[in-house]
Structure formats: structure tokens, C-alpha cells
């Protein structure tokens, strides 16, 4: 038998995870841009951090919500 996680705490996964790597992503970006264009690369880079550290507060908000 499978327990499958309430739609709540489902949808709630997907979006950390989304944060998480959208925001790797962006910070990856911005450094490569960095190189190119320091101010671009800091607008692209400082957003990343924020979306991943987002996503790492929503996988704390996720541990203490009740099943």
C-alpha cells in the first residue's frame, strides 16, 4: 500500500523544489553573465539566491506542517 502526500503538501513539494533549482539555476547565470557584464551578472545572481533560499524556508515550512 502507497501513501500518496495530501494535495496541499504535494503541491506545496513541487514548488519548493521548483524554487530550489530555478533559483541554482539563475545564480549559476548570473555568475557566466558576471564575467561579461558585472552588473547583469549581479542582477541575474542576487534574485537566484533569494529563490533558492526561498525554497529552503518552504522545506522547513513543509517539516512542521501536520499530515
Same mark, same amino acid.
Given at each position: ?10 503541491? !506545496? ?10 533559483? !541554482? ?6 555568475? *557566466?553573465?558576471?564575467? *561579461?557584464?558585472? *552588473? ?9 539566491? !533569494?529563490?533558492?533560499? *526561498?525554497? #529552503? #524556508?518552504?522545506?522547513? #515550512? ?6
Amino acid at each position: 500500500m502507497t501513501t500518496t502526500p495530501p494535495k496541499p503538501h504535494a503541491r !506545496l513539494e513541487k514548488w519548493i523544489w521548483i524554487l530550489i533549482y530555478g533559483g !541554482l539555476f539563475l545564480l549559476i547565470l548570473g555568475i *557566466a553573465t558576471g564575467r *561579461a557584464n558585472e *552588473a547583469l551578472g549581479w542582477s541575474m545572481a542576487t534574485p537566484g539566491v !533569494l529563490l533558492a533560499a *526561498a525554497g #529552503v #524556508v518552504l522545506i522547513y #515550512v513543509r517539516s512542521r506542517l501536520k499530515p
